[in-house]
C-alpha cells in the first residue's frame, strides 16, 4: 500500500518486492475492495453517528463559549470575551455547515441501501 501510495505502478511494485505482476495486481485489487467495504461502512454505519455526536459537541461548546461571555468573574477580562464570542461565532457556521450537509448523508445511506437491493436483486435473478 505504501508503494501505490509513492505513485509506484503495479510492475514496478512487482519488481521491487521480487513479486509476478500478477501477484501485485490481486493484491491491489484485493486492496480497492477492501477500501470500497470500509467506505461503505463508513457512509452507512460510522458516519450518522459522527454526525450526530460532532452537532452535540458543538452545542456544548457553544453553551460553554456564552457562560465565558456573560460571566461576572474577574479573571474573564475582554479578550477572553471577545474569543469566546469568535469562537461562537466558528461553532455556529461549522454547526450551519453539518445541518446543512445532514440530509445529504441521509439521502446518500437511502441511495445506498437502494443500490445494494438492487446488486441483491440482480444477483439472485442472474
Given at each position: 500500500?505504501?508503494?501505490l501510495t509513492k505513485g509506484l505502478k503495479g510492475y514496478q511494485i512487482a519488481g521491487a518486492l521480487n513479486l509476478t505482476q500478477s501477484t501485485v495486481s490481486r493484491d491491489i485489487n484485493y486492496l480497492s475492495k477492501e477500501s470500497s467495504?470500509?467506505?461503505?461502512?463508513l457512509v452507512q454505519q460510522s458516519l450518522p453517528f459522527l454526525y450526530s455526536t460532532s452537532i452535540e459537541g458543538i452545542?456544548?461548546?457553544?453553551?460553554?463559549?456564552?457562560?465565558?461571555y456573560e460571566s461576572d468573574n474577574?479573571?474573564?477580562?475582554y479578550l477572553h470575551k471577545l474569543n469566546s464570542l469568535k469562537l461562537a461565532k466558528?461553532?455556529?457556521?461549522?454547526?450551519?455547515?453539518?445541518?446543512?450537509?445532514g440530509p445529504s448523508l441521509v439521502?446518500?445511506?437511502e441511495l445506498e441501501e437502494r443500490l445494494e437491493k438492487i446488486e441483491n436483486f440482480k444477483k439472485e435473478n442472474a
Open positions: 500500500m505504501i508503494l467495504n470500509n467506505l461503505k461502512y452545542k456544548s461548546i457553544l453553551k460553554e463559549c456564552w457562560s465565558i474577574a479573571s474573564m477580562n466558528e461553532c455556529n457556521e461549522s454547526l450551519f455547515k453539518l445541518v446543512a450537509e439521502y446518500l445511506k
